[in-house]
């Protein structure tokens, strides 16, 4: 199960009991922050997007949008999400606990800066009723995230 996979991948860094597990789904944005007491941009969606024979994962506030145009700019292909197969294929989570934790060495992490705004913020943990609260620093170093990158829209309304 995937949640084993990421809290044996937060022993190392002494977080393991730090994954919230929740009575109720947590597998949407509107979900998780019901779940986690928070307002929904405070949650972290990691999108997949399709990278040769990999992809790209990017952790983002619960609400921003990828902008095209700016994905385009930043990783100079089309922004392709996977589908759940290929998404539960390539990282070993499925739709709704899709995190940056624990995945292969050969998925790559980016943090959008739409997280930024916030001190702590909640991506799952591997499960569709998981989460972690993690600030944006912990995110970045436990996510093994490559840099911090801005390719979102939608969000400037509601800092």
């Given at each position: 199960m995937s949640i084993e996979k990421v809290k044996s991948y937060f022993k190392q860094f002494g977080r393991e009991n730090d994954i919230l597990e929740f009575e109720t789904s947590s597998a949407t944005v509107e979900l998780a922050a019901e779940a986690a007491h928070v307002i929904p941009a405070r949650i972290t969606k990691t999108l997949a997007f399709q990278s040769g024979d990999s992809c790209i994962l990017i952790a983002a506030a619960g609400d921003a949008k990828i902008d095209n145009k700016k994905f385009k700019a930043e990783f100079s292909m089309k922004a392709k999400m996977l589908s759940p197969e290929e998404t539960f294929?390539?990282?070993?989570?499925?739709?709704?606990?899709?995190?940056?934790?624990?995945?292969?060495?050969?998925?790559?992490?980016?943090?959008?800066?739409?997280?930024?705004?916030?001190?702590?913020?909640?991506?799952?943990?591997?499960?569709?009723?998981?989460?972690?609260?993690?600030?944006?620093?912990?995110?970045?170093?436990?996510?093994?995230?490559q840099k911090w990158i801005d390719v979102c829209k939608g969000w400037e309304e509601t800092i």
């Open positions: 294929s390539l990282t070993g989570h499925a739709i709704g606990g899709v995190c940056p934790f624990a995945v292969p060495d050969t998925v790559k992490t980016y943090t959008d800066i739409s997280l930024k705004r916030f001190d702590t913020v909640f991506p799952a943990a591997g499960s569709s009723n998981s989460a972690i609260e993690l600030t944006c620093d912990e995110l970045f170093q436990y996510g093994n995230c």
